[in-house]
């Protein structure tokens, strides 16, 4: 054991908090995967089906955002240790804050390109949303481009994230972790 200050005792995020991150984390990995493999397929109804599941992924996504934005402004996260120098503390709050605005950013762009590309989304094939934007081909094009790299920045910074997970963990020893595992903390 280090002589790193224990958290054992700090406050901790809540349940709701760590039960949306967790759903949130797993819905977003399986979105980025399945973006990532079905891409490049040939058109095939596996292909459409993978699209549409897809769709109903990130519009489910986009609705856990707003309740995880909503949850965290009433219920704010924890303090970070103190003794975490300020700079990494800025650099965890820039983080977090722009993993929110992806959370809606991505969904969002993906709903206008779905609705200009003339693909309306049914929610799990039984909720019409509706068209976002109108259908034109021209910004559907311009639309594509900017989901895929906004998915990308969200990819880049949660490898960030997971990383700053294993520094707290391994090199500082500070078991920050365990303010988001549910569970006792040690």
Same mark, same amino acid.
């Given at each position: 054991?280090?002589?790193? !200050? ?8 809540? #349940? ?25 397929? *040939?058109?095939? %109804? ?18 856990? =955002? ?10 704010? %996260? !924890?303090?970070? %240790?103190?003794?975490? !120098?300020?700079? *990494?503390?800025?650099? =965890? ?9 992806? @959370? ?5 762009? #993906?709903?206008?390109?779905?609705? =200009?590309?003339? @693909? !309306? ?9 509706? +068209?976002?934007? %109108? ?36 090199? +500082?020893? +500070? +078991? ?6 549910? #569970?006792?903390?040690?």
């Amino acid at each position: 054991m280090s002589a790193s !200050p224990s958290f054992s005792s700090s406050p901790r995020y809540t #349940g709701v908090a760590m039960a949306l991150h967790w759903i949130a984390a797993v819905g977003i990995l399986a979105a980025l995967a399945m973006g990532i493999y079905m891409v490049d397929l *040939q058109l095939s %109804p596996s292909k459409i089906k993978l699209f549409n599941w897809h769709k109903w992924l990130g519009m489910t996504l986009l609705a856990l =955002a707003a309740l995880r934005l909503l949850w965290r402004l009433f219920n704010p %996260p !924890p303090p970070m %240790p103190a003794s975490m !120098p300020a700079w *990494q503390r800025g650099v =965890a709050h820039g983080v977090h804050w722009a993993l929110y605005a992806l @959370f809606f950013a991505i969904p969002l762009v #993906g709903w206008a390109y779905s609705s =200009a590309a003339g @693909f !309306p989304i049914v929610w799990f094939g039984v909720l019409p949303l509706p +068209d976002w934007v %109108p259908k034109d081909l021209a910004l559907a094009e311009l639309l594509k481009p900017i989901h895929k790299w906004l998915a990308y920045g969200l990819a880049a910074l949660i490898a960030a994230h997971i990383l700053a997970v294993f520094k707290h963990m391994l090199m +500082d020893d +500070d +078991d920050l972790l365990l303010r988001m595992i549910p #569970g006792r903390s040690r």
